[in-house]
């Protein structure tokens, strides 16, 4: 694609759904992991592409940030549809807060973080690593990627870190209260796996090693979903799946591995 064409916004125009806190464990996610990055950059810049119908989510994202990392992080919330810009103006609170038209291009902003969530699950799978590579390209150096996807109230959700080698991790995340077995989460992971969830698949493999885990460890329901899900991981990293994070981020009902997946 030539320079002048790249320069439109690239992608199409999603659903927009969207419901107030539906992005919070990615986001709380993002906060706790992704906070060396920003506080390093000269410039603290996020996009958080394909917003929505509402841009609830990406004030969402930027009072997160603000909050737990640095107050002078920027936020420009992206779509493709220039409805949904107007639309998001009243919301805006320049220079913390904007709205642009823009795609997977990134509008010509070099930030150092994307979040690009529910939109690549409307694409087809051959299409995710066109979008991967044109997003990683925008990036700031050293910037990263978090792209996944979630159910409509942000119960379960799944997300890929990727830089400009491609992806690095991926990251299970459920609400722990309404979570009836993992085997839920195969539903929500992100595009570039959704499909791949078959015998003979690694991320087959790992959701049903996290569901055999899960039943192990029902005889600690009784002392609350929380301690069932830190017994069923603690499980799952000694049967030898390469867990990265740490019990801190167990308890908010995640696990994250090292892409790939093993």
Known sequence: MSP???????????RGTTNPNRLRRVDNWIVATCADRLLAADDPLVVDLGYGATPVTAVELRARLAAGVRPDVRLVGLEIDAARVAAAAPAADPPGLTFARGGFELAGLRPVLVRAFNVLRQYDESE????????????????????????????????????ADGPRTLTLA?????????????????????????PGEPV???IRALDDAWQAAAPYATFGPRQRWLHAVTRLRETGWPILDNPTRWRQGELTLPWPLP
């Open 204 to 206: 087959h493999a790992l």
């Open 4 to 14: 002048a064409a790249r320069r439109r916004p690239f992608g199409v125009v999603t």
């Open 128 to 163: 995710v690593a066109e979008a991967w590579q044109t997003m990683t390209a925008a990036l700031a150096p050293g910037g990263v990627l978090v792209e996944g996807t979630c159910d409509e109230l942000g119960r379960l959700a799944s997300w890929l870190l990727i830089d």
């Open 174 to 198: 459920a609400k722990l209260t309404t979570l009836g077995s993992p085997a839920e989460l195969a539903e929500r992971l992100p595009k570039a796996l959704i499909h791949r969830n078959v």
